[in-house]
């Protein structure tokens, strides 16, 4: 038996070789021992999943354990973005939620999540006593299931639609008057993914000119990898400049992430939509602070600064991000990757109501995105961010940490460094405001460098001395 490892951010691996159905059900029995252990299993659990190969297959193992257990369990009658999955244990006020997807992974990829009931990423609490629950599941070799049939005659099996509660949910939170009005041009890109009959159905309802691509049901995601990076939305940036478009919108292949592409083509990165989104809910009236993670830009202290507001900085991690947005007086939350949530949304990340908020923004503001960046540039100053990677074993990521913590430099590219932050990784704060990060992932054998700077030409100059550092420490 391959030993399983439930992480922070779930169980992820490749389909048919780690990823089995056997594997499954032993994670699912273990989440269901947790959720027996803390009084949840009375409130029953929602079971999700997404486009990819075998992805209602588990799903469908995941609830006949948590049959078996005597949890109430409710489907989705079709695959469903995260977030909507997130939604749904508010909705049915759930002790939780399985969610089956590994989000913008490849599509050989699969994985399993679990949603607490405050449907937001799982804390590292809960998520070591999942894996301390596997590990007992290994041991006795039992789980229990029982089949969907017998489930449906004890009353605690049903299928569950959270298409139109997550969409009113979705509009209490819109402007509707102002988007209606605005009739936006949008081209969608849903990536073959989950977002597919959400996002464009929403946007439609809000009286925006709709064009959908990638819309089929495609568990290889048309070949790659349904991540919402531009390289891989070559189509999407080509259709949003032949048709006049006001906005191009992507999400990832469960919808927790997003891209945004201008009227001309430009894209513009998570560093870039965190500042204009939050100067723009200032703006509608909006009060309270942000919170990022360690990687995201500082453009945002800038306006926080400037209207009194506190800036909470977390480690990498949507889950750290989620609990200030449920705990702390912040209206908006984001990580560089492209997952964004706000104050009285869910606490999860939700690429779909991030790009409806986008183009909220775009109808009210009635300026292209680029214009309104420029204009924050102007006032804030510029803030031009970047990350490059370098291939390190996972034995060996420790000890090169440690050797770059031991070895802080006094200048960076010629520039003083003035304060040194261990909250994830290595990072150093540089006398101009500048900063590089260097950390270890926690999914791929490399240690991420990232760098924000004022200038594009010092930033190649910060992420080239960032490689240099490393490799240095590798090769000590």
Same mark, same amino acid.
């Given at each position: 038996?391959?030993?399983?490892?439930?992480?922070?951010?779930?169980? #992820?691996?490749?389909?048919?070789?780690?990823?089995?159905?056997?594997?499954?059900?032993?994670?699912?029995?273990?989440?269901?021992?947790?959720?027996? &252990?803390?009084?949840?299993?009375?409130?029953?659990?929602?079971?999700?999943?997404?486009?990819?190969?075998?992805?209602?297959?588990?799903?469908?193992?995941?609830?006949?354990?948590?049959?078996?257990?005597?949890?109430?369990?409710? *489907?989705?009658?079709?695959?469903?973005?995260?977030?909507?999955?997130?939604?749904?244990?508010?909705?049915?006020? /759930? =002790?939780?939620?399985?969610?089956?997807?590994?989000?913008?992974? +490849?599509?050989?990829?699969?994985?399993?999540?679990?949603?607490?009931?405050?449907?937001?990423?799982?804390?590292?609490?809960?998520?070591?006593?999942?894996?301390?629950? !596997?590990?007992?599941?290994?041991?006795?070799?039992?789980?229990?299931?029982?089949?969907?049939? #017998?489930?449906?005659?004890?009353?605690?099996?049903?299928?569950?639609?959270?298409?139109?509660?997550?969409?009113?949910? $979705?509009?209490?939170? !819109?402007?509707?008057?102002?988007?209606?009005?605005?009739?936006?041009?949008?081209?969608?890109?849903?990536? @073959?993914?989950?977002?597919?009959?959400?996002?464009?159905?929403?946007?439609?309802?809000?009286?925006?000119?709709?064009?959908?691509?990638?819309?089929?049901?495609?568990?290889?995601?048309?070949?790659?990898?349904?991540?919402?990076?531009?390289?891989?939305?070559?189509?999407?940036?080509?259709?949003?400049?032949?048709?006049?478009?006001?906005?191009?919108?992507?999400?990832?292949?469960? /919808?927790?992430?997003?891209? $945004?592409?201008?009227?001309?083509?430009?894209?513009?990165?998570? &560093?870039?939509?965190? +500042?204009?989104?939050?100067?723009?809910?200032?703006? !509608?009236?909006? #009060?309270?602070? *942000?919170?990022? %993670?360690?990687?995201?830009?500082?453009?945002?202290?800038?306006?926080?600064?400037? @209207?009194?507001?506190?800036?909470?900085?977390?480690?990498?991690?949507?889950?750290?991000?989620?609990?200030?947005?449920?705990?702390?007086?912040?209206?908006?939350g984001a990580e560089e990757s492209g997952g964004f949530s706000f104050k009285?949304?869910?606490?999860?990340?939700?690429?779909?109501?991030?790009?409806?908020?986008?183009?909220?923004?775009?109808?009210?503001?009635?300026?292209?995105?680029?214009?309104?960046?420029?204009?924050?540039?102007?006032?804030? =100053?510029?803030?031009? %961010?970047?990350?490059?990677?370098?291939?390190?074993?996972?034995?060996?990521?420790?000890? *090169?940490?440690?050797?770059?913590?031991?070895?802080?430099?006094?200048?960076?590219?010629?520039?003083? *460094?003035?304060?040194?932050?261990?909250?994830?990784?290595?990072?150093?704060?540089?006398?101009?405001?500048?900063?590089?990060?260097?950390?270890?992932?926690?999914?791929?054998?490399?240690?991420?460098?990232?760098?924000?700077? %004022?200038?594009?030409?010092?930033?190649?100059?910060?992420?080239?001395?960032?490689?240099?550092?490393?490799?240095?420490?590798?090769?000590?």
């Amino acid at each position: 038996m391959t030993t399983i490892q439930f992480g922070t951010d779930g169980w #992820r691996a490749i389909i048919d070789r780690d990823f089995t159905l056997t594997n499954v059900k032993i994670v699912a029995q273990a989440i269901a021992d947790y959720m027996k &252990n803390h009084n949840l299993d009375g409130k029953g659990i929602i079971v999700g999943y997404d486009t990819r190969k075998g992805s209602q297959h588990f799903a469908e193992g995941v609830c006949r354990v948590m049959l078996g257990n005597a949890i109430s369990t409710f *489907v989705t009658e079709r695959d469903a973005p995260t977030p909507v999955t997130a939604f749904e244990v508010l909705n049915e006020k /759930a =002790g939780g939620a399985v969610m089956i997807t590994a989000s913008h992974n +490849p599509p050989e990829w699969n994985g399993i999540k679990y949603i607490p009931d405050y449907a937001g990423p799982a804390l590292p609490d809960i998520t070591e006593e999942i894996t301390k629950n !596997i590990d007992q599941v290994l041991k006795a070799k039992t789980v229990k299931e029982t089949s969907i049939e #017998r489930g449906t005659k004890r009353h605690l099996f049903k299928s569950t639609d959270p298409k139109i509660p997550y969409t009113e949910f $979705v509009e209490k939170q !819109i402007d509707l008057a102002t988007m209606k009005k605005a009739k936006l041009k949008v081209v969608i890109d849903p990536m @073959h993914g989950t977002a597919r009959g959400y996002l464009d159905y929403i946007l439609r309802d809000l009286g925006c000119e709709i064009t959908i691509i990638h819309d089929d049901l495609d568990p290889t995601f048309g070949g790659a990898r349904p991540e919402p990076l531009p390289e891989f939305l070559v189509s999407l940036k080509s259709k949003v400049v032949s048709l006049k478009a006001d906005l191009g919108l992507a999400t990832d292949g469960d /919808a927790d992430r997003l891209a $945004v592409f201008d009227s001309d083509g430009t894209y513009l990165a998570a &560093n870039q939509l965190l +500042p204009l989104l939050y100067d723009y809910l200032i703006k !509608i009236g909006k #009060r309270g602070g *942000v919170v990022r %993670s360690v990687s995201t830009t500082h453009f945002v202290d800038q306006i926080a600064k400037k @209207h009194g507001f506190p800036v909470y900085e977390v480690p990498v991690g949507f889950k750290y991000v989620g609990q200030y947005l449920r705990e702390q007086d912040v209206i908006i939350g984001a990580e560089e990757s492209g997952g964004f949530s706000f104050k009285g949304h869910i606490s999860e990340k939700d690429g779909i109501f991030t790009c409806i908020k986008v183009a909220e923004m775009r109808a009210k503001l009635r300026k292209p995105l680029s214009q309104l960046l420029d204009e924050m540039q102007s006032e804030y =100053g510029s803030f031009y %961010s970047g990350r490059t990677e370098i291939q390190c074993q996972e034995k060996q990521k420790q000890v *090169v940490m440690e050797r770059l913590s031991s070895t802080i430099p006094d200048k960076i590219i010629g520039i003083a *460094v003035s304060m040194v932050n261990r909250i994830d990784g290595l990072k150093l704060i540089l006398e101009d405001g500048g900063w590089l990060l260097i950390r270890p992932s926690g999914t791929e054998s490399i240690l991420r460098i990232y760098g924000e700077t %004022s200038t594009k030409e010092t930033l190649k100059m910060l992420l080239k001395a960032g490689k240099s550092l490393v490799s240095k420490a590798l090769n000590e």
